[in-house]
C-alpha cells in the first residue's frame, strides 16, 4: 500500500475519493469510527457523520458543491498520506471545518511485526 500523500484528485483510491465528497457534503461536523486497513479507508459499514449547526450564524453550514478533479489542499493531502501510513486502527472522531479534515483522534493497532 502506497503511503505517499496524494497531490491531485488523479492519485485517489475510490475510498478516499468518496471519503472527500462527503467531508465536503458535510461542511462543519464530525466523522466518528471510521476504520482504516491496510492504509485505506474503510467506508462499509459508513462512519456516524455528525453535522454541527450554529443558530443565529450569517453562513449556515450547507452541502459544498463538489468538484470533479482538483488539486488537494494541504490539510486533505495530510490527512490521506497518515491515513495511507497506518497499517490497521479506528479515527475516533476526525473533525471537518469548512469541508477540510481539522484534527483527529485515532486508536492505531500495533503491527504484528512489531516485537513486544
Known sequence: MSA????????????E???LAAMQELGYGRFEMLE???GELVLDPWPT?????RFGNSTPNRP??????F???NEQAEFLGLVRSVSSGVILALEVR???????E???????????
Open 4 to 15: 505517499y500523500k496524494p497531490l491531485t484528485t488523479h492519485d485517489l483510491h475510490s475510498s
Open 17 to 19: 475519493r468518496r471519503f
Open 36 to 38: 482504516i486497513r491496510n
Open 49 to 53: 457523520m455528525i453535522r454541527s449547526i
Open 64 to 69: 459544498m458543491e463538489t468538484l470533479c478533479e
Open 71 to 73: 488539486t488537494l489542499k
Open 98 to 104: 469548512g469541508g477540510l479534515p481539522a484534527s483527529m
Open 106 to 116: 485515532i486508536a492505531e493497532r500495533p503491527s504484528p511485526l512489531v516485537p513486544k
